[in-house]
């Protein structure tokens, strides 16, 4: 059993995707170009968002959403400290001072309710506090209205980490729309993933999407007309080929998920009514993409649970092990354990379990009773 399995996915659309792959060859326009500016429109369409422009990655649609906003040395922005590095390591790198708020314990994502105490408290410890990231982790959208509220009071900006919940939605509106500026990935495990990297920046604001634009290509507004500092960080037009062809079976697959997600649901809430797991809760409003199907054990050791469901062959993951505020690179900023203890809490008791659009009942029953055997005696 594999954890996903992208083998099953290439091979019912292998011909679609051979064609696509085959035609930019055939075109010898490898970097952005037709496929890339199709690309850009048929997501802004998927999302509503005005615009969209194809980048390298999404660490680097993070960077240079953050570098268009302006943040940088002796400014701070406050994120989730429950995510993956990219988030926090693309604030470091512009020199500016990463700063936490601890997450809601249903959900996973930033609590909003303790986001307007958290910038209270930074400000008055004299930072300029110049933004927010708030990331729509395992699929589903952060509290973004309730975020959006604080920050526009506070003369905030908002950028939305949507690298793993592009097809989710939130009040009716889609992930990637709900902010300034949104920033998703197309790592071949997302959702909706290419066979390399590459990521995709969505804005609200027009001046800023031109900006972005040049600046993924060295700020360049014009044959050597460079207007800003920017990075090389382009969309090549084979990945796009296989985004576009992957995209238009997304509806689907994203009901294939939610298939998939609820009947784990049903094979494993016996577990939760004993008190052993938790299983994910999706808010009132909003539907997730299930990037990860991602549950809490609660009654034993998370790690020794995983080596024993590995040994009866059923492949786990741990998203994430460590909180990003205790992680090498932000030692120097001297965060304390118990500073954040949902999020704490959170790493030592998640585990995610296979999950992906392909995945057949008959492999859920397998991991449903290798979990009751690991657990349940």
Known sequence: MNFIDLKRQYEAYREEIDQAVLGVMASTRFILGREV???????????????????????????????????????VVVTTPFSF???????????????????????????????????????????????????????QCADMDAINRISKKRGLFVIEDACQSLGASYKGRMSGNLSLLSVTSFFPSKPL?????????????????????AMRVHGDTGRYNHRYLGLNARLDAIQ??????????????IALRQEAADRYMDLLSPLERKGMIGLPHIKKGCRSI??????????????????ALS?????????????????????????????????????????SLPMHAFIEEREQEEVARALFKVLDR
């Open 85 to 139: 590095f990219a988030t926090v390591e693309a604030i470091m790198l512009l020199g500016a001072e990463p700063a936490f708020c601890d997450i809601e314990r249903e959900s996973f994502n930033l609590d909003p309710h303790l986001l307007e105490d958290r910038i209270n408290e930074l400000e008055g410890l004299g930072k300029k506090v110049s933004g927010v990231i708030a990331v729509s982790l395992y699929g």
């Open 240 to 253: 796009a080929a296989v985004l576009r062809a992957k995209l238009r079976h997304f509806e689907k697959e």
């Open 311 to 351: 040994e009866l062959g059923i492949p786990t993951a741990i998203h994430y092990p460590r909180p990003l505020p205790f992680l090498e690179p932000l030692k120097r900023y001297g965060f304390r354990r118990g500073e954040f203890p949902v999020a704490e809490e959170a790493a030592r008791q998640v585990l």
């Open 290 to 307: 299930f990037a990860q199907f991602t549950i809490r054990i609660l009654e034993k050791d998370r790690d020794q649970v995983a080596m």
């Open 193 to 213: 993933g290419c066979f390399g990297d590459g990521g995709m920046v969505f804005s609200q604001d027009e001046g800023l999407f031109e900006k972005i634009k």
């Open 37 to 75: 500016e199709a690309l850009e429109r048929e997501l802004s369409s998927f999302t509503g968002a005005p615009f969209a422009v194809g980048v390298s990655s999404g660490t680097d649609g993070l960077l240079l959403s953050l570098m268009a906003l302006g943040a940088g040395k002796d400014t």
